[in-house]
């Protein structure tokens, strides 16, 4: 089981940047796909998730308007396409997956929610 994450660099605030997160090992299309980030000396925070049908988004107020998750099913990816970048959002971005389905979207907010995590892609926004 395996979550490969990747497209993190080193971008100019207000550049865009689309991480893709590949999953192999067991079939995901009935997870829930999440992205998380954490900066130096901060905890690992919510960025945004999608349901297993693709039907529902949830994100960050913080990121809100800016980023957009999706998903591929044939390829077994899920993407996050970040825009107008702020070197706040400067951190190690980490894809994650679940295959609990939650009643309440304010479940996937939090990393124990899931089960399976990527190694992380670093994004640094300059000033």
């Known amino acids: 089981v395996q979550l490969q994450a990747s497209g993190g660099g080193l971008v100019q605030a207000g550049g865009s940047l689309r991480l893709s997160c590949a999953a192999s090992?067991?079939?995901?299309?009935?997870?829930?796909m999440g992205w998380f980030r954490q900066a130096p000396g901060k905890e690992r925070e919510f960025v945004a998730v999608?349901?297993?049908?693709?039907?529902?988004?949830y994100y960050a107020d913080s990121v809100k308007g800016r980023f957009t998750i999706s998903r591929d099913y044939a390829k077994s990816t899920v993407s996050l396409q970040m825009r107008s970048l702020k070197p706040d959002d400067t951190a190690v971005y980490y894809c994650?997956?679940?295959?609990?389905?939650?009643?309440?979207?304010?479940?996937?907010?939090?990393?124990?929610?899931?089960?399976?995590w990527g190694q992380g892609t670093l994004v640094t926004v300059s000033s």
């Open positions: 994650a997956a679940t295959p609990v389905e939650y009643s309440s979207g304010n479940s996937y907010y939090y990393p124990h929610a899931y089960s399976y």
């Open positions: 090992g067991r079939t995901f299309s009935s997870d829930a």
């Open positions: 999608v349901s297993w049908s693709g039907g529902l988004t």
